[in-house]
């Protein structure tokens, strides 16, 4: 597998890793028990973690492509 396949895999991954994150950020952030409201801030930091981590992924497509 080329290094761009793998990049792409990996990026879909992390894609997928951010919508479970949203959609449990979603349930959770309506609710006024502190403990949750804890766990919805943790979420969101791991969504922008992630969020860079893709950017990061595309970056390196975008320049595995143009070496080609």
Known sequence: MMNKEVLEIER???LGLTRIH???IEELDNNDNLVLKSAVTRRKKKVNELTKEV?????AIKTTKASY
């Open 12 to 14: 879909e991954e992390l």
């Open 55 to 59: 950017h990061a992924i595309e970056m």
């Open 22 to 24: 949203k959609a449990i």
